[in-house]
């Protein structure tokens, strides 16, 4: 009977561990997880700040939502409560990873600090020389990107 229980509790451990490891492909995540086993985006940066306010503002993890596996941080009940309601018109895009990174086969981490805004998307980039190399040919970089995506989004970053 205690086997049972030893195999129960790892299995179950298992479980709980297995969606983080399917996040961290698809979404640029933070190293760890956050108190309730998921792991954090954008770096614990609020997602609604980056869309309606005038820099981005780090969350706390006292406002704290959960989007397809990946928890995220808020400054206030009021941004979680916006992002709660639409949550993928507030998300960057590429599940955060660097556009331009996408753009050539790659997920490279998305900074808040290199953001755009295109038709109420958010777009991250790595660093200024790539968002600068962005901002050359916005249109195919977001156009390529998007082309590219759907071939690279559950592939592993060690395997691009």
Same mark, same amino acid.
């Given at each position: ?66 989007? =397809?596996? *990946? /928890? ?7 941004? @979680? &409560?916006? %992002? $709660? ?30 953001? =755009?805004? *295109? /038709? ?7 660093? @200024? &020389?790539? %968002? $600068? ?28």
């Amino acid at each position: 009977m205690n086997k049972f229980y030893v195999i129960a509790a790892m299995s179950a451990a298992l479980l709980c561990i297995v969606p983080a490891a399917f996040a961290a492909d698809e979404y640029n995540v933070s190293n760890g997880l956050t108190l309730t086993g998921k792991p954090l985006g954008m770096h614990g940066f609020d997602p609604v700040s980056m869309i309606k306010a005038e820099a981005p503002v780090i969350g706390d993890a006292e406002f704290t939502s959960e989007h =397809d596996g *990946v /928890d995220y941080y808020f400054a206030s009940a009021d941004t @979680k &409560t916006a %992002f $709660d309601t639409d949550p993928d018109a507030m998300l960057p895009q590429f599940g955060g990873f660097c556009a331009f990174g996408v753009f050539v086969g790659k997920k490279l981490d998305g900074d808040v600090r290199y953001a =755009d805004i *295109v /038709d109420g998307k958010l777009y991250l980039f790595v660093n @200024k &020389t790539i %968002f $600068d190399k962005y901002l050359e040919d916005r249109e195919a970089v977001i156009s390529g990107a998007f082309d590219k995506w759907p071939g690279i989004e559950s592939t592993p970053i060690a395997d691009l």
